[in-house]
C-alpha cells in the first residue's frame, strides 16, 4: 500500500463508528484478493483465523478493506487490551519515531527503555527489590527468564505444565504442551525439560492442595528439586483453555520452590497488563512471583517483552548475557509508557471487571439453556465457556469451530482455544462499548442455538 492509499483509509482508534456493519459476505472481494495474494506469498505455516484484510481498528471494532465493520472479541489476542490505535499511544510511537527509532540499547542507552524498567518493577507483585530486561516477544521474554533462572541456581531442569503454552522458538516449543499445531514435526526439542499435572478443576476434581501435591511428587520423585532451576506456570492458562486453577494450587507451588531454592516463574504473557481486572493474574492468587514473563498488552500492539523480577536473581546473568539487537526498542518504549499510563490513570483496571461482568453473566445464563456449555470460567476481561458433551464432557471441538467460524461469518471476532479446541475465549479490548460487547455476544449466542 503507498502513503497516499494509506491516507485515504479511514483512522483508526476510538473515533471509528462502534457498529457491527456488514457490506459484503465474509470475506468480501478485497480480503479474498489479499487472501490470494497471502496464499502466493506467504508460507502456509502463518495461518489466519479471521479471513479479512484489516485496514483500521480502535474501540471495539477492526474494519476491512471491503468497509465492514466487525466486533473485537479477540483483542489480536490479548494484546490491543488498552484499544487499538488508542490515542495516547499512537502519539507517543509518533512522537518517538520523529526522534529515532533505534540505537540499540546495549550501544547507547535511552530514558524509555530505564522507565519502562522501572514501572515493571513497580507495577508487578512483591515490593521486593526488582530489575527488568526488555525482549521483542513473549516466548523471547520465557526463554530468558529460564536462561537467568538457570544461571541464579546453577542448575539444569526446567518444570512446565500440562495444557501449557509458552512460545514457538526452540525453547518454548519444547515447555508447551500441545503437539498440533505448535510442535509436530519441528523437534528434537531442547533437553531436561519435565511436565507436570495442571490443575484443571473441570477435568480433574481436584482441590488445589491435591493437584499441587501431584506435581510436587512429580518434581520430588522424577527430577528432584536439586536438578531443578525453575518451574514456570501461566496462573490463568491462555491458549490451552482459560484454565483457572483450583485455589491453593498455586501457592502451594510457590512455598515449595521457596523451600527448595527453584525460581517460581509467572508467564503473564496473556494474563498480564490489566486483562484479568488485575495488573498481573499473580494478584488473584495471592502469589508473588519470583520471576514475570510479560508482552502482549504491555505496549499497546507495538512488540515489547520483559523479565522482570528478584533483583538477586535478574543480576546472575553477567554483563552481554541477556540481551539483543531490538529488544526494549524505542518507539515501542514509547508506546508502553503510553499504555502503561492508561492503565494506571484510566480506570482500565476496573473496566476490565465490569466487562468480566458482562461477559460471565450472559454465557452463565446461557449455559443454563444450553448444557454443552461444560464451564464458563476466567477472571475480567479474559473469560471462556468449554464446550463438552453433556453426559460426558468429553470436549466437543466441531461445535466449538462451528460456532466460532458462523460468528465470525456475521461479523464477530472470537477465539477458540484449549487443549482439546472446545473453548471459545472472549478477549475484547477495554476500549470495547457495552452495547458492542452485548450485541457481539448475542451473535455467539445465535450461532450456538444454529449448531
Ligand atoms: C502465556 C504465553 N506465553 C508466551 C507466549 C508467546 O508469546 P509470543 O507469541 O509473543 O512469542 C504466549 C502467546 O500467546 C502466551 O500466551
Redesign the pocket.
Known sequence: MTLAELDALPLGGPSLPQERRLVTPIPGPRSQELLARKAAAVAAGVGHTVPVEAVAAGGGVVVDADGNSLIDLGSG??VTTVGNAHPKVAQAIAAQAAQFTHTCFMISPYESYVAVAEALNRLTPGDHAKKSALFN????A?ENAVKIARKFTGRPAVVAFDHG????TNL?MGLTAKSMPYKSGFGPFASEIYRAPMSYPYRDGLTGAAAAAKAISIMEKQIGADNLAAVII?PIQ??GGFIVPADGFLPALVDWCRANGVVFIA?E???GFARTGAMFASELFGIVPDLV?T??GIAGGMPL?AVTGRAEIMDAAHAGGLGGTYGGNPVACAAALAAIDAFENDGLLERAREIGGILRARLESLQQSDPRIGEVRGHGAMIAAEFAHPETREPDAALTAAVAKAAIAEGVIVLTCGTYGNVIRFLPPLSIPDDLLNEGLDVVADALAAH
Do not use: L, N, W
Not at 165 to 168: F, W
Open positions: 489476542i490479548a516477544s513473549g516466548a523471547e520465557v503454552y509458552h512460545g514457538r518454548t501461566e491462555g491458549e508467564d504473557v496473556q494474563s514473563t508482552a502482549k517483552a
